[in-house]
């Protein structure tokens, strides 16, 4: 293996979104950039709520968001980390009329998209199902437009929103429009989704926790790996966030699931954390699909009850990485706690990652000491037994408590 560079910063956002639990609701974001064997047969899904329903080709990839009031998926078609297919689905609580679903379109496409402040709308046509086709630019970063075909139905109380990245490729854009074709709304009576404003569909966006750079592999031996980041978006903390791998056969119907927490105590607004998903019986023959989702979080425990995380800059910290005869991977490193107060339980983790920024490994471990004083040191090692794939990037980070005066 050659050498591996450190990143400072490491930016990979995989393109998309959207992990944002509200209330007691299970909310899920799925990410599945990398497929699993393919199948021939083109695959309905459908939303968990019952919001709606498609038809895929094989081996897209699908994020999943279900709140109470808000039924959202995105997709991905194969070996991409760009979902061009978003839907969202609301219940307004009232039939929806023609006209008032035109003023509802004007007033999501002028106030409430997610991607207000990048969207520019040039044309919208009435088409003959009742329905509404917008289309628009979103502009990237770096001056770049991407067209968006926008779809706005209704069904009784039902309002979908389709969002649509028009992809260069003529090929795709051919099989986008069979995609869109197939999208149904579902029965109102049926649909578990409790009424809701239009603003709701503001969530559909990349805010809360957000699942990215997902892999899959298996190591010499079979055992099977879904390796990844979730990174937060929201303005407070998040803790012990739980991340849950699915497979399932091409029916839809699961095989075998893995869940375990992020690495480290919890996600700083704008930080990110490791996750490694382990099936110590390989991939099953039948699976030919995967999902990534956060878990169901604790809802009774609010960021406010818990003991604040320390992390850079009051802690700072430098490593080394160091490679093994048997391939492990070791990072050696050294904690320095620059505060006023000491910190108790200081822990620090890796995420290496691969040219394209997928996460191949994450490992992480206790710093050799329970209370870091105020100016003190402490080491740190961190063992990495498998990788899936060559290492070119690796980011290490270190979370500690607060003391207060119960716990140090």
């Not at 919001?51 to 959202?72: E, G, H």
């Not at 496409?109 to 088409?127: K, N, W």
């Not at 375990?260 to 990110?272: A, E, F, K, R, T």
């Amino acid at each position: 293996m050659k050498q591996i560079r450190k990143s400072g910063l490491v930016l990979f956002l995989g393109a998309f979104l959207l992990t944002m639990l509200v209330g007691c609701s299970g909310g899920a974001v799925v990410y599945v950039p990398t497929p699993l064997p393919p199948d021939e047969n083109p695959q309905k899904y459908e939303h968990p709520s019952g919001a709606f329903s498609l038809v895929l080709p094989p081996n897209w990839s699908a994020y999943t968001q279900n709140l109470t009031n808000l039924a959202s998926a995105s997709f991905s078609p194969p070996d991409s980390r760009d979902p061009l297919i978003t839907i969202a689905v609301i219940n307004i609580g009232h039939e929806i009329e023609a006209d008032e679903l035109n003023d509802l379109r004007i007033t999501y496409q002028t106030q409430v998209r997610p991607d207000l402040s990048r969207y520019t709308e040039h044309t919208a046509e009435a088409l003959g199902d009742g329905a509404w086709r917008i289309v628009g630019v979103n502009h990237t970063p770096t001056g770049e437009t991407i067209q968006v075909n926008t779809f706005i139905e209704r069904r009784g109380s039902l309002l979908g929103v389709t969002n649509v990245r028009v992809p260069v490729e003529a090929n795709r854009n051919a099989g986008l429009q069979q995609i869109v074709n197939t999208v149904l709304l579902g029965n109102e009576e049926a649909v578990q989704l409790e009424p809701t404003t239009l603003n709701t569909l503001a969530l559909a966006a990349a805010t809360g926790l957000e699942v990215v750079n997902v892999h899959t592999w298996s190591t010499a031996e079979g055992v099977f790996f879904v390796t990844g980041e979730v990174t937060n978006h929201d303005i407070v903390t998040a803790y012990d966030v739980p991340v849950k791998a699915i497979l399932t056969r091409g029916d839809g119907t699961a095989i075998v699931e893995a869940e375990d927490n992020v690495m480290g105590y919890g996600i700083l607004p704008g930080g990110y954390a490791p996750f490694s998903l382990r099936f110590g019986q390989g991939q099953p023959a039948d699976a030919v699909s995967f999902s990534v989702a956060i878990g169901e979080m604790d809802t009774e425990t609010l960021p406010t009850d818990q003991a604040a995380l320390v992390g850079n800059p009051t802690l700072t910290w430098t490593d080394a990485v160091e490679n093994s005869a048997n391939g492990t991977l070791y990072i050696i490193g050294m904690v320095n706690n620059e505060g006023d107060e000491p910190v108790r339980s200081p822990r620090a983790t890796i995420t290496v990652f691969d040219d394209i920024g997928r996460v191949i490994a994450a490992g992480f471990a206790d710093v050799e000491i329970d209370v870091l004083e105020a100016g003190e040191s402490a080491s740190f090692n961190i063992a990495v037994p498998e990788m899936g794939g060559e290492a070119i990037n690796y980011l290490v980070n270190v979370q500690a408590f607060a003391c207060d005066d119960e716990s140090c």
